[in-house]
């Protein structure tokens, strides 16, 4: 016959048991989400999509984001600086284009919101990405760079202003350099 004390450390082991079995779960899961990420860096919506493609549960991907980030494998902030230094100079986007990306990057809201600080407002990367694209053409056709401007996100009214900003600066640079 079993005693208080032996039905008592039944419980408890099977209360173990059941710690320990979700425990190994969790370890899987965080296997998975590390052999996913490699050396690279990824934002924490792929990771999460990644590991709903593996069919996880959502309460131990949850938990196993938590782990993660507590580890220093998840940050959200340097992918979405790396998507930001990755659209900007003669690759500029407008912010809202660059809102854009960064959400199909991956980037939970918060992170892109703390970011969006940091980029840089549409009339100096609109010249940016004139530059790099039109800044030894002879001729550049206005409606083309118009069209240009549109493709990285900016409206209409915005990149004809921005182009004819652009063309002016070109052409007093030009009318300078001349006079040497």
């Known amino acids: ?38 050396i690279s860096k990824k934002s924490s919506g792929r990771i999460k999509d990644h590991l709903k493609l593996k069919g996880c549960d959502q309460d131990i991907i949850n938990e196993a ?5 507590r580890r220093g494998y998840i940050d959200d902030l340097a992918v979405a600086r790396t998507i930001v230094r990755r659209r900007s100079g003669r690759r500029a986007v407008s912010k809202s284009a660059m809102r854009l990306y960064l959400e199909e990057g991956g980037v939970p809201a918060d992170a892109a919101n703390c970011i969006m600080f940091e980029v840089e407002e549409d009339f100096l990367t609109a010249i940016y990405a004139l530059r790099g ?17 549109l493709s990285r996100g900016y409206n209409t009214s915005f990149a004809a202003r921005m182009v004819d900003k652009y063309l002016d600066s070109k052409q007093n640079n030009d009318n300078n350099h001349q006079s040497y």
């Not at 965080?30 to 052999?35: E, L, Q």
């Not at 984001?65 to 980030?69: A, H, N």
């Not at 030894?136 to 118009?146: A, F, G, L, S, T």
């Open 65 to 69: 984001m938590c782990e993660l980030e």
């Open 133 to 149: 694209k039109y800044d030894n053409v002879d001729e550049p056709e206005r409606i083309k760079m118009i069209r240009f401007l």
């Open 1 to 38: 016959m079993k005693t208080f004390s032996d039905l008592n450390s039944d419980l408890i082991s099977q209360k173990t048991i059941e710690e320990m079995e979700y425990q190994r779960k969790l370890d899987s899961v965080c296997s998975i989400a590390i052999k996913y990420l490699g």
